[in-house]
Structure formats: structure tokens, C-alpha cells
């Protein structure tokens, strides 16, 4: 087997790809021309809203807001814009679908 080792045939053996070339195939799965639209206005990102006309104050959307963005005052609950993170808990466990 002696003169084997430095020999290379013709043939090209199943091997992975080097990593500059994986990370070319990367980068055209992403390119870098994708377009992210963010928008710090805070009107444009609007949270859950509460129709006090529909709110009976059972304080559910409270017990169930990871943040504590919610809390019932006089009957009604009250959202904190700065605290919530528009996960829509709140909105999915409403019993009298207050929060939209």
C-alpha cells in the first residue's frame, strides 16, 4: 500500500462541504437586502384595549398577565401600555370578552 497516501485519483470522495461554503449557502438563504420594517410610534403598535362596558372586574386578564400589565380599579381593568407586551393572554381568557 505503499504510494497510496500521496496518489489522488480522479475521484472525488463524499465529503462535507468546507465551511466557507456553507456559510456562503447561508448567507443566499438570507440575503442581506431583506427588508425589516420596525417603528418606534407607539401609535402604530396598539395593545389590547378594555371595553369597560363589557368589564364585570373579575380580575382573570390580571391573574394571567405574565408582565402584571393589568390591574382592576373601580370594577374595571386597566392596561399599563408600558408594561405590556402584546402576548394576547389577556384577550384569551376574558370570560365576557372584554379585551380586544
Request: charged share 25%; proline share 7%.
Amino acid at each position: 500500500m505503499k504510494g497510496r497516501r500521496g496518489r489522488r485519483s480522479g475521484r472525488r470522495r463524499n465529503r462535507r462541504p468546507r465551511r466557507s461554503s456553507r456559510i456562503r449557502v447561508r448567507r443566499a438563504a438570507y440575503p442581506s437586502s431583506t427588508v425589516v420594517q420596525t417603528s418606534t410610534d407607539s401609535t402604530q403598535i396598539q395593545g389590547p384595549t378594555v371595553d369597560p362596558s363589557k368589564c364585570v372586574g373579575c380580575g382573570i386578564c390580571a391573574e394571567n398577565c405574565p408582565t402584571g400589565a393589568i390591574r382592576v380599579v373601580d370594577g374595571t381593568a386597566q392596561i399599563d401600555p408600558s408594561k405590556c407586551r402584546h402576548c394576547g393572554i389577556c384577550v384569551r381568557v376574558c370570560p365576557q370578552n372584554a379585551i380586544s
